[in-house]
């Protein structure tokens, strides 16, 4: 994954943006009615259930809006709400708070449903020693909010781009002309660039696992669209060589059947791409 200060700053471009896309050169409707010295308060209503997450990133957004902006929190990220919870209230200019109430309650209500998806799955592997992970397939611009929320989820989040870690796929396989020139070519290069970067291959069947455990130096195998047959196999012959990753089309309802296959990993790209907002309010008070 990438540092904390990487991931800081990927945030503080999400904010920037954010506000220049939503804000412009003003908030008229606001300048229009409201004095510049009007003070106000607002609570964050829940009018929905799960797991809230985006209360340290709303916390960011006020205080980019506006320094003085005062948040009361009263629930944290990662706990579990219901109808008619109130997460914080936020104090202080009337304008300010509602230049930052649409990006705040955007951010929310996604990280509240991916965190609150991501639980579902976390519970469904209660008791096995299989990890979920999210993937790439994230909304653009925002990977970090929705990285961020997998983990307050209980989440493990897989690599953050395509710079933080070396992951070959079927397009990357056949391209460089089969596995073992893909893995060769790959540790060559980052032998090359000076890079200390984990490599991940892609099997699409028992022979290409066969072949991936040929070549030394793979820090995971990723088992795609395997059956739980073939994924016990595929197990059973990888051993402790390397770390196991199941992928594709895995649901809520075949997660754990999998997951007593034995693997260490689960991906699942449905915790950021299939997901409905938690319905959150910001309320004057």
Known sequence: MISEEKFINELDLIIANAVREDVGDGDHSSLACIPAEAQGKAKLLVKDEGIIAGVDFAKKVFNYVDPDLKIETLLEDGVSVKYGDIVFYVEGSSQSILKAERLVLNAMQRMSAIATKTQSFVSILDGTDTKILDTRKTTPGIRALEKWAVKIGGGENHRFALYDMVMLKDNHIDFAGGITKAIQKTQEYLKEKKKDLKIIVEA??????????????????????????????????????????????????????????????????????????????????
């Open 204 to 285: 699409r069947d028992l022979n290409e696992v066969d072949e991936i455990l040929k070549s030394d130096g793979v820090y995971r195998i990723l088992l795609d669209n395997f059956d739980y047959e073939q994924t016990r196999e595929a197990v059973n012959r990888i051993g402790d060589k390397c770390l196991t990753e199941s992928s594709g089309g895995i649901t809520e309802d075949t997660i754990r059947k999998y997951a007593e296959c034995g693997v260490d990993y689960i991906s699942s790209g449905a915790l950021t791409h299939s997901v409905y907002n938690m319905d959150l309010s910001l309320k004057a008070v």
